[in-house]
Every structure is written in structure tokens, then in C-alpha cells.
């Protein structure tokens, strides 16, 4: 039972458009959300996040846009750079309280960057 | 100068052994996790510990045992060695407090033959 959908296993852009990545999640007791991007043979790392008291967060070149009451949340990169090539993995956990840490993850969208 | 670093970075085994892998962190962090990349890329967490409580993903079979000799280690344990434990494992730390924003070692990926 997936908590945490990423429906597009791939997404191609050309270098210098917008990359949106796309998150669902079907638990609502959910309420921090989180963006990991992870290069071959490295681990994820940290990108950015968002509670669910807000409904936009930008760091940057990335934002993260949260509509709860569709549970989804996205991921747009602008412009985009042939290094943002990677995959990008939604998260999902608490914020405060004993299940802060418990990460859900989707399966990741692998996000092509076309110079 | 690796934050988070495991080893080995690859471990072929035949079924039936007991291995383990090595995880440190050098980041002063509270609490340390292990997660599981299977075959089909879900990434899943297996345990969180801190000095004071370990918590187990309620899937993860028993044969699986972390070990934290102290702060910064947390080393991954695996008796009894199955097919279906073949998977990348990733190690991850975070501070006590910022749970949610982990770092993650480059991972281990175990082959069971």
C-alpha cells in the first residue's frame, strides 16, 4: 500500500525550461513534506521541504507547491540545468512528535536534462 | 571528508551467512537510520535509534539487528542470510530535533546468492 505515489518513473526537459515533478500522498495525518535528489551511486540528499501550513516553498531555483486538500504536492525547477539530472524522490513524515524521521518515500521520478 | 560513510560498498554472500555492514557519521548527529532500496526502488526505513530508543519498522524480519557502539555508529546486522534480502541498503543520520532532514551514506548494495 504506497503512501506516497510518484506516478511519472521519467521526465525529460530541455535545458533552460520548467522540470515539475509531480506527488501524491493518501495519509493524511501527514503532515511534512519533503524532496530528496539522488545522483548515481551516491545517497539521496536533502533538497527542500514544506509543511502543511503552508502552501509554497522556495529555495532558490526549486519550489514546492502543496495543495492538501488534493494531497499533492510538486516540485518545479526553474530554469533547469543538465546537473539537475538525477532522481528525485518525494518524502513524506510528520513534523513534531514520535513518527518526525519516519520517512515515507515514493519510488522517484528520474528527471532528464537535455542540454 | 564523508559525512556519512558505509561500508563495504558492495557484498556478494551466499545464502544462509550472517554479514554486516559499517556505518559512521561525523556530523555530531542524535539519531541514525537504516533504510532498504529494493528491486522495485522503494526506499524503506528500517530503524531509527537514538541513544535512548530504538524504533523497528514492524516489517523488518528479526534476523536484522542494529548495533551502535556509540553515538556515531549504527552497523546493520543480518543473520541467516534470504534471496529477497538482495537489495541497496542506505545508512542516515539527523539531529535530534530536525529528525526529517536526513543525511544518507552512499549506500551498500548486498547480493545474496
Known amino acids: 500500500d504506497q503512501q506516497v505515489k510518484q506516478n511519472s518513473p521519467s521526465l525529460s526537459v530541455q535545458e533552460g525550461r520548467i522540470s515539475i515533478l509531480n506527488c501524491d500522498y493518501t495519509?493524511?495525518?501527514?503532515?511534512?513534506f519533503l524532496w530528496y535528489k539522488k545522483y548515481p551511486a551516491e545517497g539521496p540528499t536533502f533538497l527542500i521541504s514544506?509543511?502543511?501550513?503552508?502552501d509554497k516553498n522556495e529555495d532558490g531555483r526549486f519550489t514546492v507547491f502543496l495543495n492538501k486538500s488534493a494531497k499533492h504536492l510538486s516540485l518545479h525547477i526553474v530554469p533547469s540545468q543538465p546537473g539537475d539530472s538525477a532522481v528525485y524522490f518525494c518524502a513524506a513524515s510528520a513534523m513534531y512528535g514520535g513518527s518526525q524521521g519516519n520517512l515515507i518515500f515514493g519510488k522517484g521520478t528520474k528527471l532528464s536534462v537535455k542540454p | 571528508d564523508t559525512a556519512v560513510s558505509q561500508t563495504p560498498k558492495y557484498l556478494v554472500t551466499q545464502m544462509g551467512n550472517d554479514k554486516s555492514i559499517k556505518c559512521e557519521q561525523n556530523?555530531?548527529?542524535?539519531?541514525m537510520y537504516w533504510y532498504k532500496q529494493d528491486s522495485k526502488k522503494f526506499l524503506k526505513i528500517m530503524f531509527s535509534?537514538?541513544?535512548?530508543?530504538?524504533?523497528i519498522n514492524e516489517t523488518v524480519p528479526n534476523r536484522f539487528s542494529p548495533k551502535s557502539p556509540d553515538k556515531a555508529h549504527l552497523n546493520l546486522h543480518i543473520n541467516s542470510l534470504e534471496l529477497g534480502d538482495s537489495a541497496v541498503y542506505f545508512c542516515?543520520?539527523?539531529?535530534?530535533?530536525?529528525?526529517?532532514?536526513?543525511?544518507f551514506g552512499a549506500g551498500t548494495r548486498l547480493s545474496v546468492l
Open positions: 542516515a543520520s539527523s539531529q535530534l530535533g530536525r529528525k526529517n532532514i536526513q543525511y
Open positions: 495519509n493524511s495525518m501527514f503532515d511534512y
Open positions: 514544506i509543511s502543511s501550513i503552508k
Open positions: 556530523l555530531g548527529h542524535d539519531t
Open positions: 535509534y537514538n541513544n535512548k530508543e530504538l524504533i
